[in-house]
């Protein structure tokens, strides 16, 4: 019985022992396949998330040359007049606002492309909004609003061309980024003359967004100037 007994406890310390080193040669072998494939795919999504970060600079550059273009031709077919081609440019749903000022009123004037092609035909009178100074109201027609509020200076000659710039040239609060959230803008500066202080600075910025298609297209033509 002793024997027997005796037999046992081997066989148990025998199969203990086994079991053992096994476990410590299993922790040593390489990794299984499947362990080899999760860090794979950590590896590959950390790649991937790499990749479009970089990806995403890509495309601000892009769009900021494509923009940059457009709005040099946005500003030659204002220089020339040519409002049946301006038309192409105007963003569809949203159409073309017009502020007099940096501070944009969401309810300013907009045209549609319809009433952009027209636009220097139109004899009717608009509120465009309000003089700065005196308050009054700024009533004029298309066609004097170009002389006043867009083309009143040499802005193909312009002496600073800005991207999305977003400090106030005045002390009229420029709120272009707040009105047109996922826009951009640029914009052209005219500096002043010495004679005046350099206070008859002008400026001009055309604000962009994408349509349904992706297109860059105009949504905002923003006339800025030394005001009181």
């Given amino acids: ?9 081997l066989l148990t310390v025998f199969i203990t022992v086994t079991a053992c080193g096994n476990q410590t040669s299993n922790e040593n072998e390489p990794k299984s396949e499947d362990s080899n494939q999760v860090e794979d ?9 790499s990749e479009e970060v970089e990806n995403d600079e890509q ?31 105007v963003h569809f749903e949203k159409g ?8 944009v009123d969401k309810e300013a004037v907009t045209f549609d492309i ?11 009178t608009y509120t465009w909004g ?12 298309s066609s004097d609003y170009y002389s006043k509020f867009i083309y009143d200076s040499k ?30 803008s640029v914009e052209y500066y005219v500096k002043g003359t010495e004679e005046n202080g350099n206070m ?6 055309l604000v962009f967004e994408k349509d349904a298609e992706g297109e860059w297209k105009l949504v905002a033509i923003v006339h800025d100037q030394w005001t009181i």
Avoid at 96 to 103: E, G, I, N, Q
Avoid at 116 to 121: D, P, T
Avoid at 200 to 205: M, S, Y
Wanted: charge should be negative; proline fraction near 3%; aromatic fraction near 10%.
């Fill in 130 to 141: 309000t003089q700065d100074g005196s308050g009054e109201p700024i009533k004029l027609t």
């Fill in 96 to 103: 073309v606002l017009f502020s007099p000022y940096s501070f």
């Fill in 114 to 124: 319809e009433k952009v092609e027209g636009f220097f035909e139109d004899a009717e």
């Fill in 59 to 89: 495309t601000e550059e892009e769009a900021k040359e494509i923009i940059m273009e457009k709005a040099d031709e946005v500003l030659k077919l204002l220089k020339e007049k040519n409002a049946k081609e301006l038309a192409n440019y």
């Fill in 200 to 205: 008859d600075w002008k400026a001009l910025n």
């Fill in 41 to 49: 795919e950590a590896n590959k999504e950390d790649t991937s998330s």
């Fill in 155 to 184: 802005y193909d000659q312009a002496d600073e061309i800005e991207f999305d710039r977003k400090e106030a040239r005045g002390n009229t609060i420029r709120n272009i980024a707040e009105v047109f959230p996922n826009s951009h």
């Fill in 1 to 9: 019985m002793k024997k027997i007994i005796f037999t046992l406890l």
